[in-house]
């Protein structure tokens, strides 16, 4: 069982910068592949980005390549996404959650954080 708290979430104006982090319980969490996604109102969840167990094998999904950056911590049991040139369109809930492969479908993960709101203002 894993459980995840994301934070870090929050009101920013375009331009700008944000990092979320994901603290894990548990002390499986280096065993395990990490992602990002986010969901925008009335809009459906995407994936945002995702790291291996080790942290040598990273994907990002279009959008935020080369303005996000995923990374993590295994011996703090974090995982964080570093995020910059904040657009309008990054608006969202973004979520963090757990899987044993690395992937970027969301069905493919088991466990999932409640989620931080980013809201980037223009």
């Known amino acids: 069982q894993v459980q995840l708290v994301e934070s870090g979430g929050g009101l920013v104006q375009a331009g700008g910068s944000l990092r979320l982090s994901c603290a894990a319980s548990?002390?499986?969490?280096?065993?395990?592949?990490m992602g990002w996604f986010r969901q925008a109102p009335g809009k459906e969840r995407e994936f945002v980005a995702a790291i291996s167990w080790s942290g040598g094998r990273t994907y990002y999904a279009d959008p935020v390549k080369g303005r996000f950056t995923i990374s993590r911590d295994n011996a703090k049991n974090t995982v964080y996404l570093r995020m910059n040139s904040l657009k309008p369109e990054d608006t969202a809930v973004y979520y963090c959650a757990a899987t044993k492969f690395i992937a970027t479908m969301g069905p493919s993960y088991e466990y999932w954080g409640q989620g931080t709101q980013v809201t980037v203002s223009s």
């Open positions: 548990g002390r499986t969490f280096s065993s395990y592949a």
